[in-house]
């Protein structure tokens, strides 16, 4: 398994815009509410603005939304759906003697996701929702899966003995996800700019995680 045939199945959030067609209008609405916050943040999203960018009736949206919170929340599930993806995609093609390059490519491939869906990963891990905002209960369900997928993947990487024997899957699972959302919020926040760096920098980071196991 080739890093450029993985990389290709890298999922965005961009999308082109299309004109909107009976019976897809939630999916048209989340597609310009991303649209929306990717030109001018948040404070540039409202159910008003959104119904007249869709061509709707400034009443439809409130069919599929029940205010902008929950329009916010629905992004962030959307976006644990194609991050998840990542994670799937790649342990597909992982077998017991490239999982170091497998493993390596997720972790390149979750760096690029959340700097070319910027907006939307802010939603997933900020203050948005979780803390000024109300996450909804599907919203929490799918993070916790989300979560799930990865310590399973670390858990993995244990049983092959590529980490510390001495400390617990779980504990590991959150301590380098912690290290690798750090690195993510570092460059999307500006402070790291040189992004040619950034997959230098997630390397060094795979090799301290993975040293103590080998």
Same mark, same amino acid.
């Given at each position: 398994?080739?890093?450029?045939? #993985? ?19 939630? /999916?048209?609405?989340?597609?310009? %509410?991303?649209? @929306? ?10 159910? $008003?603005? #959104? ?8 009443? %439809? ?15 962030? =599930? /959307?976006? +644990? ?8 995609? %790649? ?9 170091? =390059?497998? +493993? =390596? ?5 979750? @760096?690029? +996701?959340?700097?070319?869906?910027? =907006? ?10 979780? $803390? ?14 989300? +979560?799930?997928?990865?310590? /399973? ?12 024997? &001495? ?10 996800? %912690?290290?690798?959302?750090? #690195? ?9 700019? &040189?992004h040619e760096e950034r997959d230098d920098i997630a390397r060094t980071m795979l090799r301290a995680m993975l040293r103590a196991g080998g």
């Open positions: 398994m080739t890093l450029s045939r #993985l990389n290709d199945t890298l999922p965005s959030m961009t999308t082109r815009k299309k004109p909107y067609h009976h019976g897809d209008l939630r /999916q048209t609405l989340l597609n310009a %509410a991303v649209e @929306l916050i990717s030109s001018g943040g948040v404070e540039n999203l409202s159910i $008003r603005k #959104l119904a007249d960018q869709v061509g709707v009736s400034r009443t %439809a949206p409130y069919h599929h939304f029940q205010d902008k919170n929950e329009l916010l929340c629905a992004i962030a =599930e /959307q976006g +644990f759906a194609r991050q998840d993806q990542i994670m799937t995609d %790649a342990k597909r093609y992982a077998t017991g003697d490239n999982l170091a =390059e497998i +493993f =390596e490519t997720y972790v390149l491939n979750y @760096l690029r +996701f959340a700097d070319q869906n910027r =907006e939307t990963y802010d939603l997933m891990y900020g203050r948005e929702i979780w $803390r000024a905002g109300k996450p909804t209960e599907s919203l929490q369900a799918v993070s916790r899966h989300s +979560f799930r997928i990865w310590r /399973q993947w670390i858990e993995t990487l244990f049983e092959q003995g590529m980490f510390d024997r &001495n400390e617990s899957p779980r504990r590991i699972a959150q301590a380098h996800w %912690a290290s690798l959302h750090g #690195l993510c919020r570092l460059f999307n926040d500006g402070v790291y700019i &040189n």
